[in-house]
C-alpha cells in the first residue's frame, strides 16, 4: 500500500484542573519534521507600569519549504482570564475541541485546541491572522500576569531528508514559579541516533526581566541558544524560527538536542526552575533520527446481526513489530464484498506485541446480498492507501463470510385454552421458555433480552412493553417482541401472534344408569336410556383421540368415540384433538339399578280388623314406586286403610329397569249391608276373599232371636236374604264365621243389616 504518515494520537479529556500533565499527543514516523509559527496579543512585555492592553487579533507568516508537503497543523490559542473558545483562523470559525487550564494565586488562565490542517493547506504560504479572541485580562494588571497569543505547529513530510524521524508532540498545562521546579517525562520514544535532533516548546507568560534562577534541562544538560535564549532566561518572548524578541510574554522556541540524547533512548526528561518568573509550558515538540519496526494486523473475532440491515464487529488490532508505537488514530477499513462499508481509528497506542479491542456498528447497503464477504484492514484510509511504514505490508487484512439471519417470519404461540372459560381468552406466559424459544431459535437466551409490545411503534421506541402476563382481548392478538442482544444497542422486532386453541367441547350426561339383575349383570332396560347405557361424546373420531377411565384406573384398549359401560362408577374420558394437541377431560358417574328383586306383600291387619293395611317389601339396586290398585304410585310399599277385597300392586324402577306386580293380596271382612233387589249391586252378602286365607271356613247367619238361618261355604255365593224361600224383612242380622288365619283356628260374630 501507498505509505503517507504515521500518527500517534492521546486524548486529553476536558476536565479542568489544577495542572494538566505534559502527555504524548501525537507521533508521526517517517520522513517528517516540524516547524511553528504564532504571535503575541500583548503590545508591550507585561509587568508593573506596563500599559494594560490586550489585542483582539495578531497576524504571522508562514511558508512551507520546496519538497515539503503538509501533513497537519495544529492551533494553540491561550490567555489569562475566562476561556474563549470561539474563535476566526484567517476569517474562518474555529472551535475549540480540546482546552487546558491552570489556576495560579486565584487566577484562571486556559489554552484551547483545534486542528487547522484544512486552513493551512488551502494557504501553505502567507499570512495567518487569529481574530475574534475577546481576553479579559482587567485583574492580571497589577500583577504582571496579563497575556494572550496563539501558535500553530506544522508537520510536514520531506522526501529529501536522509533519514526517517520521529515527530513526538506532548502538551498539556503546566506551570513553574517562584522557587519551584517542573519535570517533564517525554516517553515513548525511538530514537536511533543523535544527530539532526530538535525540541521546540511553546510556552506563555516568560517575561525578559524576569530571570531569577530560570533554568531549562534536557536530561540533565543546560539548553539555551545565545543571545536570543540565555541559559539564565530561556523563557523570554522569543521566537527562534523567526529570530524575533518582541513576542511579548510567550516563547515559540526550538533547540538543538544532539548532545543531550543517545541512539536507543526512549524517554528524555525535561526540567525546569524559576526563582519568581511565572512561566506556563503548553506543547513540547521532539523531533529525531528514528527507525520503527511496526507491523499492524487485525483479526475479526466476531461477527453479529444488529437488526436486519446492521451488523456488530467485534475486532482485535496488535501491534506485532520490535521497535516503535502503533499510533492511535491508526485508521481501519471495514468492507462488504470489497464495497466500503465503515471506518474506525484504533484509540490507543500500541507498543511492541500489545492489543486493543473494539466494536464497530456497520450498516450493510442494500444492494449488498445477505451472504457476504466482511474484510477488516488495519492501516487503510478507505481507498488501499496506508499511512503506517511497517515490516510487513502483506498481514493487515481480516475476512469472514457472514450470512444474516432470514428476516424474522411472524411467530405464532399457541396455547391450549385452560384459561377460565374456554373462549380464546387466556393468560399468556410471555415469559414462557416455548415463546423465547420460538423467537430466539437456537441462540442462548442468555445473550438476549426480549420485550413486548402492543404495536410496532411502541416496540421500535422502546415505550410501554407489556406485564409478563397478557390476557389477549381478541384471539389470535398481534403483539411486537423487541429483541435486544445484551450489552449493544442491537434489536430486531419480531410479530407474535398469541392464539389461545380452544379445548374439545364434551357434551355427555351428568349421569348415566345401567341396569343389572340380582346377580348384578347388565340387563336391557324397560324403558328410558339405553342399558348398559353408551356414553357417547358425539366428537369425530377422525380428528380427535380418546382415552377412557374407570375410577381413576385406564381402560386398555377403550380408544372409541364412544363407550358401553357395564359397571357402575366414576367414567372419566380425555379427548385430544389430533391437529392442535389440546386435550379436555369430562367425568360421569354411571349408577347400577334394577327391577324389584325378591317382593313380597303382607296384610299387616288380621282379617275384619277395623282397618286394613297391606305392606310391600323388596330387595333390589334400585329407587322404587308402588301404586295399589291402578291408584296414584307412592314411594313406600305401605297402603293403610285398605278396602276389603282382592288387591293388586305394581312396584316400578323409577330408573326405568323393570316393575312387577303382586296380586290376589286378599283383605277380608264383611259387608255391614246387602240390598237383595236384583238390581245388581249388594243383591247377595257374602265375606268377600275369606277362601283366600281360610278355604274350609265355615260361615253361620241367624236372626236376632239366634235361629239359625244359613251357613255358608267360602266357594258359594253368599245368602240371598231369604230364608225357605221366603224373604226375609229388613233388619240385623247377625253371623259367627270358624276360619283359620295365619296357622290359628279363629271365630269372629257380627253383624249386618239387611235393606228392601
Given at each position: 500500500m501507498k505509505k503517507y504518515y504515521f500518527i500517534l494520537l492521546l486524548i486529553v479529556p476536558f476536565t479542568l484542573f489544577s495542572q494538566q500533565q505534559i502527555k504524548l499527543y501525537q507521533q508521526f514516523n517517517g520522513s517528517f519534521d516540524f516547524s511553528a509559527f504564532g504571535n503575541t496579543l500583548n503590545k508591550t512585555e507585561n509587568g508593573v507600569g506596563a500599559p494594560c492592553d490586550i489585542l483582539t487579533s495578531s497576524t504571522a507568516n508562514f511558508s512551507l519549504q520546496q519538497g515539503q508537503n503538509l501533513r497537519a497543523a495544529y492551533l494553540y490559542w491561550a490567555g489569562s482570564g475566562p476561556s474563549d473558545l470561539e474563535v476566526k483562523f484567517n476569517d474562518i470559525d474555529v472551535s475549540a475541541q480540546r482546552t487546558f487550564n491552570v489556576n495560579n494565586s486565584g487566577l484562571p488562565f486556559f489554552s484551547a485546541f483545534a486542528e487547522v490542517t484544512s486552513i493551512i493547506e488551502n494557504n501553505t504560504s502567507g499570512s495567518y491572522t487569529l481574530s475574534n479572541i475577546d481576553l479579559d485580562v482587567s485583574s492580571y494588571c497589577a500583577g504582571g500576569l496579563n497575556f494572550g497569543g496563539w501558535s500553530v505547529i506544522v508537520v510536514y513530510e520531506d522526501s529529501g531528508l536522509a533519514t526517517k524521524r520521529q515527530v513526538s508532540i506532548f502538551d498539556g498545562f503546566q506551570f513553574v514559579d517562584d522557587n519551584s521546579s517542573l519535570d517533564i517525562t517525554l516517553n515513548f520514544l525511538s530514537i536511533t541516533d543523535s544527530q539532526d535532533a530538535n525540541i521546540g516548546f511553546l510556552t506563555w507568560e516568560g517575561d525578559k526581566s524576569i530571570n531569577i534562577t530560570e533554568s531549562l534541562r534536557v536530561n540533565d544538560n543546560i539548553v539555551s541558544a545565545p543571545p536570543?535564549?540565555?541559559?539564565?532566561?530561556?523563557?523570554?518572548?522569543?521566537?527562534?524560527?523567526?529570530?524575533?524578541?518582541?513576542?511579548?510574554?510567550?516563547?515559540?522556541?526550538?533547540?538543538?538536542?544532539?548532545?543531550?540524547?543517545?541512539?536507543?533512548?526512549?524517554?528524555?526528561?525535561?526540567?525546569?526552575?524559576?526563582?519568581?518568573?511565572?512561566?506556563?509550558?503548553?506543547?513540547?515538540?521532539?523531533?529525531?533520527?528514528?527507525?520503527?519496526?511496526?507491523?499492524?494486523?487485525?483479526?475479526?473475532?466476531?461477527?453479529?446481526?444488529?437488526?436486519?440491515?446492521?451488523?456488530?464487529?467485534?475486532?482485535?488490532?496488535?501491534?506485532?513489530?520490535?521497535?516503535?508505537?502503533?499510533?492511535?488514530?491508526?485508521?481501519?477499513?471495514?468492507?462488504?464484498?470489497?464495497?466500503?462499508?465503515?471506518?474506525?481509528?484504533?484509540?490507543?497506542?500500541?507498543?511492541?506485541?500489545?492489543?486493543?479491542?473494539?466494536?464497530?456498528?456497520l450498516v450493510i447497503p442494500a444492494n449488498i446480498p445477505r451472504d457476504f464477504t466482511l474484510k477488516a484492514v488495519v492501516d487503510d484510509i478507505g481507498d488501499g492507501t496506508g499511512i503506517i511504514e511497517e515490516n510487513n505490508e502483506t498481514n493487515n487484512e481480516s475476512l469472514v463470510q457472514f450470512q444474516f439471519p432470514d428476516p424474522p417470519s411472524l411467530v405464532t404461540f399457541e396455547v391450549c385454552d385452560t384459561f377460565?372459560?374456554?373462549?380464546?381468552?387466556?393468560?399468556?406466559?410471555?415469559?414462557?421458555?416455548?415463546?423465547?424459544?420460538?423467537?430466539?431459535?437456537?441462540?442462548?437466551?442468555?445473550?438476549?433480552?426480549?420485550?413486548?409490545?402492543?404495536?410496532?411503534?411502541?416496540?421500535?421506541?422502546?415505550?410501554?412493553?407489556?406485564?409478563?402476563?397478557?390476557?389477549?382481548?381478541?384471539?389470535?392478538?398481534?403483539?411486537?417482541?423487541?429483541?435486544?442482544?445484551?450489552?449493544?444497542?442491537?434489536?430486531?422486532?419480531?410479530?407474535?401472534?398469541?392464539?389461545?386453541?380452544?379445548?374439545?367441547?364434551?357434551?355427555?350426561?351428568?349421569?348415566?344408569?345401567?341396569?343389572?339383575?340380582?346377580?348384578?349383570?347388565?340387563?336391557?332396560?324397560?324403558?328410558?336410556?339405553?342399558?348398559?347405557?353408551?356414553?357417547?361424546?358425539?366428537?369425530?373420531?377422525?380428528?380427535?383421540?380418546?382415552?377412557?377411565?374407570?375410577?381413576?384406573?385406564?381402560?386398555?384398549?377403550?380408544?372409541?368415540?364412544?363407550?358401553?359401560?357395564?359397571?357402575?362408577?366414576?367414567?372419566?374420558?380425555?379427548?385430544?384433538?389430533?391437529?392442535?394437541?389440546?386435550?379436555?377431560?369430562?367425568?360421569?358417574?354411571?349408577?347400577?339399578?334394577?327391577?324389584?328383586?325378591?317382593?313380597?306383600?303382607?296384610?299387616?291387619?288380621?282379617?275384619?280388623?277395623?282397618?286394613?293395611?297391606?305392606?310391600?317389601?323388596?330387595?333390589?339396586?334400585?329407587?322404587?314406586?308402588?301404586?295399589?290398585?291402578?291408584?296414584?304410585?307412592?314411594?313406600?310399599?305401605?297402603?293403610?286403610?285398605?278396602?276389603?277385597?282382592?288387591?293388586?300392586?305394581?312396584?316400578?324402577?323409577?330408573?326405568?329397569?323393570?316393575?312387577?306386580?303382586?296380586?290376589?293380596?286378599?283383605?277380608?271382612?264383611?259387608?255391614?249391608?246387602?240390598?237383595?233387589?236384583?238390581?245388581?249391586?249388594?243383591?247377595?252378602?257374602?265375606?268377600?276373599?275369606?277362601?283366600?286365607?281360610?278355604?274350609?271356613?265355615?260361615?253361620?247367619?241367624?236372626?236376632?232371636?239366634?235361629?239359625?238361618?244359613?251357613?255358608?261355604?267360602?266357594n258359594g255365593e253368599g245368602w240371598d236374604g231369604t230364608f225357605n224361600n221366603k224373604p226375609l224383612p229388613s233388619s240385623d242380622y247377625w253371623f259367627l264365621v270358624e276360619y283359620t288365619e295365619k296357622g290359628a283356628s279363629k271365630q269372629f260374630r257380627g253383624h249386618f243389616t239387611l235393606k228392601r
Open positions: 536570543l535564549n540565555p541559559a539564565d532566561n530561556v523563557f523570554n518572548g522569543t521566537n527562534t524560527y523567526t529570530g524575533n524578541d518582541q513576542l511579548f510574554n510567550m516563547d515559540i522556541d526550538l533547540f538543538e538536542m544532539n548532545a543531550f540524547i543517545s541512539a536507543g533512548d526512549e524517554s528524555a526528561e525535561i526540567s525546569l526552575t524559576s526563582g519568581q518568573d511565572f512561566v506556563i509550558v503548553n506543547n513540547i515538540v521532539a523531533a529525531y533520527n528514528s527507525e520503527v519496526d511496526l507491523d499492524a494486523t487485525i483479526e475479526i473475532d466476531d461477527v453479529f446481526a444488529c437488526g436486519t440491515s446492521s451488523i456488530n464487529v467485534d475486532y482485535t488490532v496488535f501491534n506485532k513489530g520490535t521497535i516503535g508505537l502503533l499510533s492511535a488514530n491508526t485508521p481501519i477499513a471495514f468492507y462488504a464484498n470489497n464495497t466500503l462499508i465503515g471506518q474506525e481509528k484504533t484509540r490507543t497506542f500500541l507498543s511492541s506485541n500489545e492489543f486493543e479491542t473494539g466494536t464497530v456498528n377460565e372459560n374456554n373462549d380464546g381468552i387466556f393468560n399468556f406466559n410471555l415469559r414462557s421458555e416455548t415463546l423465547i424459544s420460538l423467537l430466539l431459535e437456537n441462540e442462548d437466551p442468555a445473550d438476549y433480552t426480549v420485550d413486548y409490545f402492543i404495536s410496532e411503534e411502541n416496540a421500535i421506541n422502546n415505550q410501554n412493553p407489556l406485564a409478563d402476563i397478557f390476557i389477549n382481548a381478541q384471539n389470535p392478538e398481534r403483539i411486537y417482541a423487541r429483541i435486544t442482544r445484551n450489552g449493544t444497542s442491537c434489536f430486531i422486532i419480531n410479530e407474535v401472534l398469541l392464539k389461545a386453541k380452544l379445548l374439545p367441547i364434551i357434551t355427555i350426561n351428568s349421569t348415566y344408569r345401567l341396569c343389572v339383575d340380582e346377580s348384578e349383570s347388565p340387563i336391557p332396560e324397560e324403558s328410558g336410556q339405553l342399558s348398559p347405557p353408551l356414553i357417547d361424546t358425539g366428537i369425530n373420531p377422525l380428528l380427535y383421540n380418546f382415552e377412557w377411565f374407570l375410577n381413576g384406573e385406564e381402560l386398555i384398549g377403550e380408544t372409541e368415540a364412544s363407550l358401553i359401560a357395564i359397571e357402575e362408577g366414576e367414567y372419566t374420558v380425555t379427548v385430544s384433538n389430533i391437529e392442535s394437541g389440546c386435550s379436555n377431560s369430562e367425568k360421569t358417574t354411571v349408577f347400577k339399578s334394577s327391577p324389584p328383586i325378591n317382593p313380597q306383600s303382607i296384610v299387616t291387619t288380621d282379617a275384619f280388623s277395623e282397618t286394613h293395611n297391606i305392606e310391600v317389601t323388596l330387595d333390589g339396586y334400585g329407587d322404587y314406586i308402588y301404586a295399589l290398585d291402578n291408584k296414584p304410585p307412592q314411594d313406600n310399599g305401605l297402603f293403610l286403610n285398605v278396602k276389603p277385597g282382592l288387591h293388586l300392586v305394581v312396584v316400578r324402577d323409577k330408573n326405568g329397569c323393570g316393575t312387577i306386580i303382586l296380586d290376589n293380596i286378599a283383605v277380608v271382612d264383611y259387608p255391614k249391608y246387602f240390598t237383595p233387589n236384583a238390581d245388581g249391586y249388594h243383591d247377595r252378602w257374602k265375606i268377600k276373599n275369606l277362601d283366600v286365607i281360610s278355604p274350609q271356613a265355615n260361615v253361620y247367619i241367624f236372626d236376632r232371636f239366634g235361629k239359625l238361618l244359613k251357613q255358608l261355604k267360602t
